[in-house]
């Protein structure tokens, strides 16, 4: 029986069958099978064996450069890549369509361009069409150049010969090689070309920054062995309807991944949010029940953020329980402690939170917040706009406590916070001569609705 031409590769690991699964062998994933042609080529047999012996280092023979990284003129981007892009460095950045990828790396060309060469490589748009965007960007720099390609072999032999100091490549799912049969975008164009483009950086000591299309899960399109391969992957977070964007790192190999940068979009393209807090703050609601702040740590940055809540009401059979920056089943686990040790039963009220801003509330120490959201909400008593809360609550109704707490304090107390409610075995770490604002230690939920009431 003659060997079929196609094989089926699964675009979450890469395992491969000659036929088509519903759910891979290897990882588990469902419909993740697509159809390639099989490669000609074999692999062959070792010759005999390579001594690599006079190639090893010690360690403490290798030198470092102290301009090891190029500042983007960014200073929310130099955050989340560590302190800038470093030499050599491969770095993958994903989002949603309209999300910015295109826009801020058009802007970090204008200011990275005045000491450093760029060449900018798109598969996607014309050179007429970037040279309309850079014109709406204001980005005029002189050693910006434009090149317009889908050739990975051609651009990384360009890239050989024309040496440039920062090679952007717009996207990776443009790029193919053409000894490869598939068409580009698929699981195996996308691995050889960010193989291609990844010897070329480290051979060069070229940064290069890939674009890359995401799919309808939110995760980046092509094989997550291409994640693996870079050194870098960062995401662009937040609705495209929206002005806020959030750059967050999902891996960084010279960095931390906890820090995350925000920004704003306007007109003239992204602007720096140098204080996340006093953005997500605005525009609050006076004397109106059902909102808390809440501070939240996003690497070494405190973060203050807003939790609005609404019980209401149901007219359904079994109650509404709806989230959006907030993790469902965190909110079910609150409401559960708030009928069990508190007594409030919401079974007949539908409840609705939000997270103001776009913002994602994934720490526990915002489960303190939330609570008294609620419970402002049922009781229908507004908050203090001077109060802030922080605190992870427990299944036995404690309230247990959160890690930089001192960082937490400072940052309400910075943003004309008053009075702070946090758990009371954080207070033992905590000089209150040190604050002028007044901190007020809980144990129970109970406790903590009792300075409301």
């Known amino acids: 029986m003659a060997k079929s031409k196609y094989i089926y590769v699964c675009n979450q690991c890469g395992y491969e069958s000659s036929k088509w699964n519903g759910k891979c062998p290897s990882c588990g994933s469902w ?54 892009l470093v030499k050599g460095s491969i770095v993958l950045l994903g989002g949603e369509p309209g999300i910015g990828k295109s826009t801020i790396l058009l802007q970090i060309c ?9 060449l900018y490589v798109s598969g996607e748009e014309s050179a007429r069409q970037i040279k309309l965007r850079a014109e709406r960007l204001s980005v005029d720099s002189q050693n910006l150049y434009i090149l317009t390609a889908n050739d990975a072999e051609a651009v990384c032999d360009t ?12 996207s990776i799912q443009t790029m193919s090689i053409p000894q490869i049969s598939s068409s580009p975008g698929s699981l195996t164009q996308v691995r050889e070309c960010t193989n291609l483009f990844m010897r070329t950086a480290k051979s060069r000591e070229i940064p290069i920054i890939i674009v890359g299309h995401v799919n309808k899960d939110g995760a980046i399109a ?22 806020y964007r959030i750059l967050r790192a999902v891996k960084n190999r010279f960095g931390s991944t906890n820090e995350i940068g925000v920004f704003e979009m306007i007109d003239s393209g992204l602007k720096e949010v140098e204080n996340p807090s006093q953005m997500l703050l605005s525009g609050r609601p006076h004397d109106v029940s059902g909102t808390c ?22 007219s359904y059979s079994a109650p509404r329980r709806m989230t959006t920056g907030f993790d469902f089943n965190r909110l079910t686990i609150i409401i559960a402690v708030m009928e069990k040790r508190i007594g409030i039963f919401m079974n007949t ?83 209150q001569k040190d604050f002028k604002i007044n901190i007020i230690g809980v144990n129970t939920l109970k406790q903590a609705f009792s300075v409301i009431e």
């Open 159 to 170: 890239i050989n010969n024309s040496n440039p100091d920062i090679v952007i490549i717009d």
């Open 349 to 431: 009220l539908d409840i609705y939170l939000n997270v103001v801003g776009g913002f994602r509330l994934d720490e526990p120490a915002g489960d303190l917040s939330v609570a008294l959201a609620i419970y402002s909400s049922i009781i229908d008593r507004p908050i203090s706009e001077k109060l802030i809360a922080f605190g992870e609550i427990g299944l036995g109704g404690e309230i247990r406590s959160v890690s930089h707490i001192i960082q937490r304090i400072h940052e309400a107390e910075r943003m004309g916070f008053e009075n702070c409610i946090v758990p009371r075995q954080s207070l033992s770490g905590i000089n």
């Open 110 to 118: 204008q200011f990275m361009g005045e000491e450093h060469s760029i």
């Open 222 to 243: 092509g094989p997550k062995v291409m994640e693996h391969i870079v050194d870098a992957v960062l995401y662009f977070e937040g609705e495209r309807h929206m002005s």
């Open 293 to 314: 702040v809440s501070c939240i740590m996003e690497g070494s940055r405190p973060i203050l953020a807003e939790v609005q809540a609404l019980a209401s009401k149901t």
């Open 31 to 84: 419909n993740s099978f697509e159809e390639e042609l099989r490669g000609d080529a074999k692999a062959s047999p070792l010759s005999g064996s390579v001594d690599l012996s006079d190639k090893i280092i010690e360690l403490s023979d290798i030198g470092t450069d102290s301009d090891i990284r190029y500042d983007t003129g960014i200073g929310e981007l130099n955050r989340v890549l560590g302190g800038g």
